[in-house]
């Protein structure tokens, strides 16, 4: 049944909410993607761009503390410490399936990105790669992401362009946000605000679907 109008503006103002119940259905779902290494991978081509665009944007990492946010199995995170063996290295992630397959040397915690069971101002980087759009109360999730970075710190998030939403199919939680939503998201709490598109291999072109935010507190 359509709804009408007026009922149709205040629905769709209406913020999604993680309640306990969904918090489950989203965990349950990763514990058993955890399985499925063809499209949950363990590792990355630390050539693909997602990868490079981070490295290039924190920089030397020795002696900082980095925290990866919905890390999955921590192939993002097991690049940067074979790049940056000095750094302390963080990954975060709802599922502890997945966590249980994050390599050693990487300080793996079960948490929520809405939620982070972390202090103030901890980490010198965070970043968070197709993870965000998971979180379902995005702005919590970005505040969350701005608490736990130190003064000076620098923070990036991939995911992908509210633009292109119905291009695949995803579960009914998922987010997509558009490249002004985060922005205005990230002024709020941080500075040196910036956004760009990004394809995954250098000789192919961005074609709208990825985008990456950076940000410094």
Known sequence: MKLPPLLSRIFAKQKPV???GLRREIRQ????AAQDEEHFPSSIDPRILHVQALLKFFGNLADKRVLDVGCGKGRFARVFLEKNPGALMYGL???EEMLACVPAGIWAVSGSMTELPF???AFD???ATESLEHAVEIDRAV???CRVLKPGGKLAIIDKNAEHWGRFKTPAWERWFSRGELEKLLREK???VSSEYI???EDVAPDGLFLVWYAQK
């Not at 779902?29 to 058993?32: G, T």
């Open 199 to 201: 394809s995954y291999w």
């Open 190 to 192: 941080l500075h040196s």
């Open 119 to 121: 202090a103030d101002s």
């Open 125 to 127: 980087c965070v970043y």
């Open 143 to 145: 505040a969350e992401m």
């Open 18 to 20: 993680l309640n306990p």
């Open 29 to 32: 779902s990763f514990d058993a």
């Open 93 to 95: 992630d709802l599922s």
